[in-house]
């Protein structure tokens, strides 16, 4: 009986690595479509999660412990969802959608590391503290996670596989290389180096009043990299669901 539980996990691992490298996977190769599920899935969990979300907090917020126009909850749900499934599928394009090959790829095996993170945070919680991983992972995990995504960018560069340009570099694309209508891969490449010399700016102003290590560090936490952590948690979530459902149903 332990030989089948531990071979149980073991598959159960191996489906979920292999459920992780297919979306990453997916983003690298199919942005465009990537953007448009990942905007459907936002828009999806957020009808429900939000809903469900305003419902419980109406009681702090007014009088009465039960809503008196649901539809009115509804309809604010609704619009927020639509707004975030706008958001992620524009935040997805945006992360996948490029013409630098080897900088998508290094993007793409970021996602993956994050969203490794992601559903095992999730599942720990779930674990030890009964947390039910959709609502961790849709109102909670995506800041964590884009500080996972942009650390993961952040050792990249630090190691040679995306490049860090500079502000040469990136007035050259804009100047020279960017046509007066961009598509969305010569946009995506432009705001990805752009935002990679920002934080280096970020960085280099931190290190004047601290130790260059420890700026570069808190120049993580307001990298544009990490809005991508947004789409990391949807993904995150719906694969810690898919765990733990098949954890509570193994032999």
């Not at 953007?35 to 957020?46: K, M, R, S, V």
């Not at 907090?57 to 009088?63: A, I, K, T």
């Not at 991508?228 to 694969?239: Q, R, S």
């Amino acid at each position: 009986m332990i030989v089948l539980r531990v071979a149980v996990n073991a598959l159960i691992m191996v489906a979920e690595l292999a459920a992780i490298a297919a979306i990453a996977w997916a983003g690298w190769k199919f942005p465009y479509q990537f953007a448009a599920a990942t905007a459907l899935i936002a828009f999806a969990l957020g009808l429900h999660l939000d809903y469900a979300r305003l419902k419980h907090e109406y009681p702090f917020y007014f009088d009465g412990e039960r809503p008196r126009y649901l539809i009115g909850l509804r309809a604010l749900a609704t619009g927020d969802s639509l707004l975030k499934g706008l958001v992620a599928g524009l935040v997805a394009l945006l992360t996948f959608a490029g013409n630098d090959s080897d900088r998508l790829l290094a993007v793409a095996v970021c996602f993956a590391v994050a969203t490794y993170a992601g559903t095992s945070i999730l599942r720990r919680l779930s674990i030890s503290l009964g947390a039910k991983p959709a609502r961790w992972g849709f109102f909670r995990l995506a800041v964590p996670l884009g500080l996972v995504f942009s650390s993961a960018v952040a050792f990249a560069a630090a190691i040679g596989y995306v490049k860090i340009p500079s502000l040469v570099d990136v007035g050259r694309q804009l100047v020279f290389d960017t046509p007066t209508k961009p598509t969305i891969e010569q946009v995506s490449d432009l705001i990805f180096n752009l935002k990679q010399y920002i934080d280096s700016v970020i960085a280099t102003l931190l290190s004047t009043l601290m130790p260059l290590e420890w700026a570069q560090v808190l120049s993580l936490i307001f990298s544009v990299n990490v809005l991508t952590g947004f789409i990391v948690a949807l993904y995150a979530l719906i694969l810690a669901e898919a765990v733990r459902w098949v954890e509570r149903y193994r032999p």
